[in-house]
């Protein structure tokens, strides 16, 4: 069965800190991968994704995530956080041709100001 | 566009009690899903439906049920709520399960007593 695992389940951080939140994946096959991002009191929004070509994948408010498929990661960076990037990030993934994402047990970021 | 609409936003069951999560989407998406928020496991996902009329289980499907009579409609039935069954409750569109991304509704908040 696929899994995802997120390494840390809380992150604290200053801002202008780097960010690196890590996400394996258990699935041999083609995958798709996702970042969502759950902000205090509010739904979850796709942060970036990752289907297919170039392996570093740009997403909005400056994320980005390299996957690495020899590693079965999906690692999120940005290299300077801002207060505003305090939330949850979960880390997603679906074969292809499988309908249904599978989560990690999310990472909680806080950032001080 | 509305997006992924959810109510109620929260609700307190007694044991025993049954209620509808609704659920409605107005992006013509033919796949939907619900899923359920524990804290530190990520989302499950409980039931989902390819189009109208076709519903599939998924994780987590035991003590809910569910249909998909219109394309923009998919109600979750807790028939007899249990203790466990107290999480938050988000529903789920895409255009189709392969290489889309999932567009979250806010979610509800249930507690059972």
């Known amino acids: 069965a696929q899994s995802v695992s997120q390494h840390n389940h809380h992150v604290i951080l200053s801002e202008a800190a780097s960010l690196e939140l890590g996400c394996n994946y258990s699935y041999g096959g083609t995958v798709n991968l996702f970042w969502y991002v759950q902000y205090p009191g509010q739904h979850l929004q796709l942060l970036l994704k990752y289907f297919s070509g170039d392996p570093l994948v740009k997403g909005i408010k400056g994320f980005e995530a390299e996957f690495i498929k020899s590693k079965f990661s999906f690692n999120l960076r940005k290299p300077s956080v801002q207060w505003s990037d305090t939330a949850e990030y979960f880390c997603a993934v679906t074969g292809r041709g499988y309908n249904k994402l599978i989560f990690g047990a999310g990472t909680r970021l806080a950032v001080h100001p | 566009n509305a997006g992924v609409t959810q109510t109620p936003k929260f609700r307190i069951l007694k044991i025993g009690q049954s209620m509808t999560l609704q659920c409605t989407q107005d992006m013509n998406h033919n796949y939907m899903y619900w899923y359920r928020q524990d804290p530190g496991m990520g989302l499950k996902l409980i039931y989902y439906?390819?189009?109208?009329?076709?519903?599939d289980k998924g994780e987590v499907p035991n003590g809910y049920n569910v249909s998909r009579s219109t394309t923009e409609d998919f109600p979750l039935r807790l028939e007899l709520a249990a203790p466990s069954q107290t999480s938050v409750y988000f529903c789920a569109s895409s255009y189709s399960g392969r290489d889309n991304e999932q567009f979250f509704g806010p979610g509800t908040r249930l507690t059972v007593l």
């Open positions: 439906s390819v189009g109208a009329g076709i519903t």
